[in-house]
């Protein structure tokens, strides 16, 4: 296709659109689509390691390999799927499926009562994506580049849907402390049990505000992806992509890596107790610091590398909308689904969690405002990034 023009006759109209993919091409385009993808000998190992009883510690760290590349996997075939459906649908699917591992791992841990590791796992994705992706995508592109340029515009528009999202867990951890007044040793959810009054009220709040905040999420959806999505486009003119699979083994693709994910977050989620145990290692650390990488690494990888290309608007897409997805998208969505299967999780996430996540939303907030990037606003996103993890650890 990049041959026209150049010389070479063009094809004959019909002929411009290339034979769809077969079955057997679509699967090849997508287990070799990285050398990330080499990580997938550890989803075998995981279940072996599982029902032949290797202990705790080989179930965490095999699941959490495993979960690297499916993650990877995840993303392409959606990412394939979008290109058939259009730019609305395709637009939606992504949305919907970008954090599906950030979900689902969410979801297991939910049904298993551990509320703390939600909380955390959610709050460290958002942080990882604003401060980890974002501030080493800065530092990469500042070493090609004096400055990177990009929509300032859309870049505001989604900073100040974090603030909005980073208002919702201030108001519940105020309401929280206007309540226990005098009483501080009342911090997270598995003490509010013992204040019945005070859950009911966070309980009250939270699910309320969950279902504003999808609301929100639609909207914004709206906003990028139709009625303002000139906005979020590269002003650099974008080259077609060509599908690597067909729509049917993409689509079946995604239900297979979301159904083997599952079992592996499964198996994840049900270490992490006797792991945190057995190396001394805080369970807040693994849910806040560790569990992102999961779900993140081959997000970090592309926006990094789109970042060096000058492809900003890419990098800002990839980092700040991930951390609105699951801010805006799947944290409310976790909220409600356990109002159904009866969990009392609140969007009180404690006081050290809330300070850390408004910090880190108004750092972002202002180094965006003015569409220009260079290294040291990457260095001063990542050293917070550094100093909320050494905080972490030693809580």
Known sequence: MWGLGHGQPALPSGDIHQA???VRESINAL??????????????????SHFAGWG????????????????????DATEQCSI??????????NATFGNAVEAIVGIIALIKGELRIVQTSMLGSI??????????????????????????????????????ACSTLVIPAAYHASVTQGEPDVLFV??????????AGLLTISRGTAIILIFCYASYLVFQLKSHAYLF???????????????????GALVVITVVTSFCADYLVGAIEEFSNDFHIPKVFIGLILLPIVGNAAEHVTSVWMAMKG????????SVGSSIQIAVGVVPILVIVAWIIDRDLTLFFGMFDTIVLFLSTMLVNLLVQDGKSNYLEGIMLVALYLIIALSTWVQ
């Open 127 to 164: 942080l990882s994506n604003l401060l980890l992706v974002l501030g080493c995508s800065f530092i990469a592109g500042g070493f090609k580049f004096k400055e990177s340029q990009f929509q300032a515009t859309a870049a505001q528009a989604s900073s100040s849907l974090m603030v909005l």
């Open 190 to 199: 598995a003490n509010l049990v013992k204040k019945k009054d005070d859950l």
């Open 20 to 22: 769809e993919p077969t």
């Open 84 to 93: 058939k459906l259009g730019q609305t649908l395709g637009g939606l699917m």
């Open 311 to 318: 492809k900003m608007e890419l990098t800002i897409g990839v």
């Open 56 to 75: 705790s510690t080989a179930d965490f760290v095999i699941s959490f390999i495993a979960i690297i590349p499916l993650a990877s996997l995840l993303g």
């Open 31 to 48: 287990v070799f689509s990285g050398w990330i993808n080499l990580l997938l000998v550890a989803v075998p190992l995981s279940f072996a």
């Open 233 to 251: 486009e590269d002003e650099q003119e974008a080259e077609e992509e060509e599908a690597k699979m067909n729509v049917k083994t993409a689509v």
